[in-house]
């Protein structure tokens, strides 16, 4: 019997198989594929957002469908390729999906956009590490490490290449089963899946922060969403 696939998009941070630690056992029951989106690499440079690139990674790693798992910023294309091609997905899962451009009216997010946007304008004018520092700072008040190995100077280059998640080409919800987990601890996150679960998605809170798929409830919840959605 041929395994269902499952296509897993990262977020802004590690990549690849990388990403997905709690989630490399489904490989076991399901056809995995961990990808890694536009501008991430473990040697080249890294290059600007492209959502249309990263739509066109994900539709070849879906092939003649499957089920798509995405968190924080790669939910954006996630969503993108659903809209446009419903056919190819078995079910969506967003974890901290960073859909802002969704949700740019409402309050958190409208706030959230007012406090970054200025640190966007400027970052042309900033270093890599300057605009890291500035970033960590708006949001999570708090000091970043200076990077200093190549690997981590090359993270925060990709950081102040990725567009504001608001500037996305994403303004309409797929009609594909969908489930949103989230960690309870941001507003912003909340705001966004409480306005999904209003257009029909499952919203489900586990511990975890921003990455509740890391742990053993939020892992559980993706793997009975994946089994209830199988073909």
Known sequence: MTQERIVFVHGSSSFGAAAW???????????????????????????????????????????DGGHLVAHSQGAISA??????????????????????????DLPVTAAHIELVTPLFEQRGELSDEQFLQQFVRLLYAA?????????????????????????????????????????GWEPLYEEVAGYLAGTGAVHRVTPGAHRPHDTDEGDRVVRDFLRSSAA
């Open 21 to 63: 630690p709690r989630q490399h056992g489904l490989a076991l029951n399901y056809d995995c594929l961990f990808l890694r989106r536009h501008g991430f690499d473990a040697e080249a440079e890294p290059l600007p957002t492209n959502h249309g690139e990263d739509q066109r990674i994900i539709t070849e790693a879906l092939g």
């Open 143 to 183: 000091e970043a490490e200076q990077p200093t190995t190549e690997d981590e100077r090359r993270s925060a280059r990709r950081l102040r290449l990725q567009a504001p998640p608001w500037t996305a080409p994403l303004h309409i919800v797929p009609g594909v089963p969908t489930l949103v987990l989230t960690g």
């Open 79 to 104: 969503m993108i390729t659903a809209v446009e091609r419903p056919d190819l997905i078995l079910s969506l899962t967003l974890i901290e999906p960073a859909c802002l451009s969704l949700t740019a």
